[in-house]
């Protein structure tokens, strides 16, 4: 495994971040043993990051503690529908409540507005990052602080689901497209075609997993 070696000043969460993107992206395949030491000399961070890291990966279900040591279990066909049916419920709630909810969709709009720049400039990170935003503003919006707590848990995870399924040639366009519908669903307060919207767009994203983990 190669790795290069990030800042002292980062924590377990960067760990966490550079080992999500080697675990999802493939570099790291499933049943790899993570050793403490081996990883602090990697990442040159002390092994207190590297034992952070490793809990939040394992509540994320990337990792696996065994009486050997802790082990990658990567992204099953099972794992995509578990995350994808879990995002399904969760978001389905949260664009409900905040349709019901809303005051202002102008951060949505914010964020919309940024995926359609990334578009344009043909920047999948910056799409990525908006796209992220442009979900969490329904959690947010929702006023649930039970849902959206469970959403920031697995935020992490979709951020770079995403990033690896945009870095496969996705039509960025497209996408933005679709958002643009969905934000306009929303605003329009036509909660039928709302979620049917989410979900034909969650479907997508499941399906693109599914192809970029078999490669």
Known sequence: MSVEPIARVSLGDRVAHSLRELIIGGGLEAGTHLVEESLAERFGVSRGPIRDALRILEAEGLLESRKRGVFVTGLTDADVEEL???????????????????????????????????????????????????????????????????????????????????????????????????????????EDAALAALTDHLDGARDRLRRAIAR
């Open 84 to 190: 994808y049916s879990l995002r399904q419920s969760l978001e389905s709630l949260a664009v409900r409540l905040a349709m019901r909810s809303a005051q202002s969709w102008d951060r949505a709009g914010d964020a919309l507005e940024r995926m359609e720049k990334a578009a344009r400039m043909g920047d999948p990170g910056a799409f990525s990052d908006a796209d992220m935003d442009f979900h969490t503003e329904f959690y947010r919006m929702s006023r649930h602080r039970r849902i959206t707590a469970v959403w920031e848990q697995y935020r992490p995870t979709f951020t770079v689901i995403l990033d690896v399924t945009n870095a496969q040639g996705r039509d960025l366009a497209s996408s933005a497209a679709a958002h643009a519908r969905l934000l306009e669903l929303a605003r329009a307060g036509d």
